[in-house]
């Protein structure tokens, strides 16, 4: 059973446009979500994080929106660059837990 | 990355041998993770430990032991490697609340 569903599993943009990746999750103890950024060969790394208590949180050109009600959240890149490809991961965790449940990732690649 | 070693970065083995997988880090952190990367199948919990001695499984943890004798240290087994743990093994550390420092990978084919 797959608690953190994500999609696209891989997008295409050009320079400048803005990828949207989207995740849903069952769990309703979920009260924290994060979003990784990985680049070929190595490990994925934080990149930002929102809690239920906010619908938006920006960092630099990266929002996430969180919708609690349909138990959604996604992550939007403005102005995206071609340094931003790579594979982006979404996941969920609860207070209590010491487990991070992620989603299957998204392949990003930005087309000059 | 922020203190984390993992050892080997690329190992070739046969089925039936045993392999053992290391994470070292040098921030006394307590938690540690040991995740794999499939494709399609994203980032998948293995076993984590939360102190020395006291380790816990994750979703896939079938075929998988673990050992933390060391806070510094946390080593993943495998007893008899199977061509279907052929991955890319990543070890991660929590920190501050909730947030994970990932290793560089440790990537594993068993033929």
């Known amino acids: 059973q797959q608690q953190v569903k994500q999609s696209p599993q891989s997008l295409i943009v050009q320079k400048g446009g803005i990828p949207i990746i989207n995740c849903a999750y069952e769990n309703t103890a979920f009260d924290y979500f994060p979003w990784y950024q990985q680049f070929p060969g190595k490990g994925p790394a934080l990149l930002i994080a929102i809690r239920p208590d906010v619908s938006e949180k920006k960092e630099g050109r990266f929002t996430i929106s969180f919708n609690k009600s349909a138990k959604q959240f996604s992550l939007h890149i403005m102005d995206s660059q071609p340094g931003d490809s790579a594979t982006y991961f979404c996941?969920?965790?609860?207070?209590?837990?010491?487990?991070?449940?992620f989603g299957t990732g998204t392949r990003l690649t930005i087309i000059p | 990355d922020a203190g984390i070693t993992q050892s080997p970065r690329h190992k070739v083995t046969e089925t039936g041998t045993p392999v053992t997988l290391r994470c070292h880090q040098t921030?006394?952190?307590?938690?540690m993770y040991w995740y794999r990367q499939d494709p399609g199948h994203g980032l998948r919990l293995i076993h984590y430990?939360?102190?020395?001695?006291?380790?816990d499984k994750g979703e896939v943890s079938d075929g998988y032991s673990v050992s933390r004798s060391k806070t510094e240290d946390f080593l993943l087994t495998l007893e008899s490697a199977t061509s279907s743990q052929t991955s890319v093994y990543f070890c991660a550390i929590r920190q501050g609340d909730r947030d994970y420092t990932f290793g560089s990978g440790t990537r594993l084919t068993v033929v």
């Open positions: 996941a969920a965790s609860r207070a209590g837990n010491e487990k991070l449940t």
């Open positions: 430990s939360y102190g020395v001695k006291d380790t």
């Open positions: 921030e006394n952190h307590r938690y």
